[in-house]
Structure formats: C-alpha cells, structure tokens
C-alpha cells in the first residue's frame, strides 16, 4: 500500500482515541473475551509498530471474563479469573466524575504501556470504579467482563463511553480522532456532546452541536444479527442515564422498535462506518439501509499469532517482515522442507499441550484437525459429526484422524453450553484407535497460539451469514494452515481453492453443507496430505505468502488512516510509511 500520513496530524495532542469494552494486552490480563478483543489488542499492538500517535481506553474488569471448567460429560462451570491492577498497571491520578441513576460515580483509570516493534508506545487506559467514595454497588461496575443484567450493562457502558471521554479530557488529551469498537463505547458520543455545550442541557444540542461530534467519530460494527445489538428499555435509559440524555439519544433517532440501541447511537454520531468484512459490510447496510456503511476486514497482529519456528524461518528470509507485514508475500519462495520442519516444531507443540492438559497422546504423523471457537451455535461445531460412519471410514482409509477442539459458551448462553455437551458426547462415542477427538477446556490467548499454528488443517463451519469476519483462520494461515470453511466473514477474501484451503459448498440445507465437507476431506484433502506431502507443504506456503501477508492489524490499521481516521489528509506519494512523531 502506498501512502504516507502527515506527521503533523499525529502530534502528541491529537492522538486517536480507541474505546474498546475488552481489549487483549497480555495473557496474564483476562480483560477479554475472545475476538473482539484480541483483535483490539492486535490494532494496538500494530499501531505501536507503525507509530501511529493513539491511545486506547477500556474497563480494568478486575474479576476477569471467566475460567471454564468442563466435566467429564462436558457440563461447563466457571470462576472468576481474578488478577490485581496494581501489581501490573500504572496508576494515574485524575479522578473523574459521572452522574448515573442520580449517583456521582467516581472513576479513575490504570495504565499499560504497549510498546512497538521501533520503541513506540501506545497507553491503554483502563477504568476502574473500585473507589471507596463510590456506592458499594458501583465499586463493582468495571468488576465482571460482560457480567450482570442489563441495568449493569448500561452502567458499564456509560463507564466506557462517558467516563472513557472525560478521562481522556482530565489527562490532557485532546483526539482527533474517536474510534468506537463496536456499540458498547457509543455513550463517548454523548460526552463529547456534553464537552461541545461546556456542561449545558445536551437535550437542547443544535443541528451544529451534533455536527461537530459527528466529524470526530468514527465507529465499527462487528455483529451480522440485529439480536446481537445492545438495547435497552426505555425506563433503563431515562433512570440511569437521566431525563436529559434520554430526551436527546430519543430526538435524534438512537431508539429503535421501542428501545434505546447502542448501535443506531453510534450510526447516529460517527461519519465513517464499518463493517469488518466485506460480506459483513453488505449484511450491515442491509440491517441499516438509511446509513452508508463501508467495509475494512479484520486483520491479526503478524508477530503475536506467528509461532517462534516459523518467526525463526521469516527471520531468515524476510529480516523486516515485522516491521513489513507485506513482505510475508516473499514466503513463496521458502523451501518447503523448512515450511515442514517449522510446521513439525509447532504441531509437537500443541500436542505437548494436549497431553499435559487431557493425558491423551497425539500422534505427529496423523493428520491433525483444529477448531475453537466461541461455544454458539450458530458455528455448528458438531457439523463435522454430521454422518458419523462416514468419518470414521475416513479415519480408518487415511491412517488415522485427530480432532482437536476448545471454545467457551457466555454463562448464560445455554444453547452454547449444550452444544458443547454434544461435542463432548459424541467424541465420547467416536473415539477409537483410527479417531481421536479431544476438546480442551479453558480456550483463551496461549491455547489459541498453539492451536491455530499446530493445526494440519483449520475447519470453521459457521451458518451463513452469521459470521461477521473470524480471525482464527487469519492466525492459522501465518503458520501455513490453510482452511476448510463455509464462504462467510473473511474467508469470501481469503479462499483460493487448493492454493489457500478449501470452500465448504453453499447449501440451503447442512445436509449438503456436510457431504461437501466430507468430500473435501476424502477426495483432496486427505489424500494430498498422506500421499503427496510436497504439494501440501506447498499449499502451506502459499497460504502464508497469500492470507498471511493480508490478512493483517498493520493492513487493516493502515485502511482505518486512510479510509477513516485521515481521509483527507493521506497523500499518495511514497510506499513507505512515514512515521509518527513518537510522544
């Protein structure tokens, strides 16, 4: 991509500002869930490595999302994920204020450095209401990621968005640019209201006021389903968040069939608008007709998700693909005996894993197949159970099979817990000599790395067109995995057939979804895997020097400067990235 950013836009007092109500900084910080923020803590960690002036804020969730645990029959339970601030973050002094349900909730913030691959650092700010000033109920808002009902929720999201605001005001900040992930930060809007009309009745905001917001801010939507879209009565809105905001958020269109929609408030106030794929960009101006939705796809952050064989092979090939995602094209030209030895190093670690964790014993030689996923059902992990005989036939003609699996279920997803019970029940079942099915409790940061880098094949089976982008597969091409998966989310990008992996057949019913499936598997995929390993360790590398070299947080963070954050201020005019003056 050729273009630079004007460093003068990127001085240390305009800085984009990235709210996030979970963002991934570290594997010893539960302060995520799964996609949504590791990819929020890959866009930081690749603004870091490119110099670009941001900061980002969050909520410190003291007790973390939650640990699962699985029983023998597959049952989920969880606990909490405890962790302490104070022993990892930086305090900051400010304390800011914020009126919700009548109540002056004081808020304070922690802060985390993310440093880049130049010595740029990126601050992450993360809220806390745990003071002891505070109502003994608000001490717990910045508590439990995605816990509580929805009065809780509301109150979480006014930390975010309003508090995150005033935060960034009380430390000096002043951001060209805000970008809300996703419609949990949409409350920033409202702030920024509040900070437009110096404090005054925002219900009384002009035409103008909202104008001069709306040219600040920018907001991406991640969910393809109008249920996955926070909303809340109208008596929560006018109770918690008071008279006045309520009055405003309803003049101005944020409610929506009877409810206030965190969504409609972030169309309503920002000027750039995403979806993170381009199908989800066509399913989101379908759901939003009335507003102009554009599409970036998601990337991942190429040095985190890259296993240390196959960073150790790009360091001898392609010296500055950190700093150059781009470069990971040359991989074509990899020998493929190093593309297998990496490959080899990697799958023994995983199975490492899987033994220390289930005391099964996996075999190198066997092909390998992995799936994690978030524990919904509309993934179908069991789809590749759809005819059981039929894969055991497979097993029993290509030498063996193993499946690897791991994914959590919300606490109060039921469905998603029961799918998992299933799985487990059937792998129960299946299980022989020729076919082994495991599936690992507790899928977060370090389990993710190994699996979508020691995987022979990645399988994502989700139901058309629910999936918004994915970004496993995205990992799993870094390390040469090429993907067996429905056309949805990103892989519509990613699939070259037999060169980056494989298309699950479209079908309106999963009869044909599943037959598809299964002859991939008998007809190409097993057959090139057992009897021709130099064609599949060249498929491997063409899904590196293709997927990988794309499908990227610096790619993707450099369409967000160009397409969102500076549209007018990019020029065309060198193919390398001039960097930000460094705060």
């Known amino acids: 991509m050729s273009f630079a950013w004007r460093s003068e836009k990127q001085s240390d007092r305009n800085p984009v500002a990235y709210l996030s109500m979970e963002i991934a ?19 930081l960690r690749a603004a870091a490595d490119l110099g670009l002036q941001m900061v980002a804020v969050t909520l410190v969730h003291r007790r973390g999302y939650f640990e699962q645990h699985l029983d023998a029959n597959g049952k989920q339970t969880e606990e909490p994920q405890p962790w302490s601030p104070e022993t990892l973050l930086a305090p900051e002094e400010p304390i800011v204020r914020l ?14 450095d993310l440093e880049g691959i130049t010595g740029h650092v990126v601050p992450v700010y993360f809220l806390d209401t745990n003071l002891e000033e505070n109502d003994p109920g608000d001490r717990k808002l910045t508590d439990r990621l995605y816990g509580g009902d929805g009065n809780h929720r509301l109150r979480q999201e006014a930390v975010l ?30 702030a920024l209201l509040e900070q437009e009309r110096h404090g005054a009745n925002v219900d009384h905001a002009s035409e103008e006021d909202i104008a001069s917001v709306r040219e600040r801010c920018v907001f991406t939507t991640h969910t393809p389903v109008p249920a996955g879209h926070d909303r809340f009565s109208p008596e929560q809105a006018y109770r918690i968040l008071g008279q006045d905001r309520a009055q405003l958020l309803e003049r101005v269109g944020a409610f929506h069939d009877g409810l206030l929609n965190m969504t409609y408030i972030a169309l309503r106030f920002s000027r750039f608008v995403n979806g993170v794929a381009m199908q989800h960009g066509k399913v989101s101006r379908e759901m939003f007709p009335d507003y102009s939705i554009s599409a970036i796809t998601n990337g991942v952050h190429a ?36 593309i297998a030895a990496a490959h080899a190093e990697a799958k ?10 289930t005391g099964v014993e996996l075999h190198p030689e066997i092909f390998t197949v992995g799936f994690a996923r ?14 059981p005989e039929r894969l055991i036939k497979l097993a029993h003609e290509f030498g063996g099979l193993q499946i690897v699996y791991a994914g959590k279920a919300h606490p109060a997803d039921e469905p998603g817990k029961a799918m998992i019970r299933h799985v487990i029940e059937l792998a129960k079942q299946l299980n022989t000599d020729a076919l082994k099915i495991v599936y690992l409790e507790n899928y977060e940061w370090t389990l993710g790395a190994l699996m979508t880098s020691g995987a022979d094949l990645w399988l994502n089976t989700p139901k058309r067109p629910y999936e918004a982008s994915g970004t496993s597969g995205m990992k799993a091409a870094l390390n040469g995995v090429p993907s067996l998966s429905i056309l949805d989310g990103w892989w519509i990008e990613g699939w070259i057939e037999g060169v980056t992996g494989w298309a699950i057949g479209d079908h309106d019913e999963e009869d044909g979804e599943a037959v598809s499936l299964y002859d991939h598997l008998e007809h190409t995929i097993l057959p090139l895997y057992t009897r021709q390993p130099e064609e599949w360790h060249r498929i491997m590398r063409s899904t590196i020097a293709l997927n990988g070299s794309y499908f990227n947080t610096q790619r993707m963070l450099e369409q967000y400067v160009l397409d969102a954050y500076f549209p007018e201020d990019t020029v065309q005019e060198s193919p390398a990235l001039e960097p930000a003056i460094a705060k």
């Open 348 to 357: 023994s670690r995983l199975l490492a894993a899987v033994k220390e964790r």
């Open 99 to 112: 009126t919700i349900e009548d109540r002056s909730v004081a808020i304070r913030a922690w802060r985390y």
């Open 25 to 43: 900084v570290t594997p010893e910080m539960p302060t995520y869930s799964g996609g949504l923020g590791v990819l929020a803590g890959d866009t």
């Open 374 to 387: 978030r524990a919904a059902t509309y993934k179908r992990s069991d789809l590749l159970f759809h005819d």
């Open 303 to 338: 040095r985190t998700w890259t296993a240390p064989s196959f960073q150790a092979a790009f360091d001898r090939h392609m010296p500055r693909w950190k700093q150059d995602n781009i470069s990971l094209r040359y991989a074509i030209d990899i020998p493929e005996s190093e």
């Open 161 to 190: 968005g309003m508090g995150g605001a005033r935060i960034l005001d009380a430390m000096g900040y002043v951001p060209s640019v805000y970008h809300m992930n996703e419609g949990h930060a949409a409350l920033l809007t409202v």
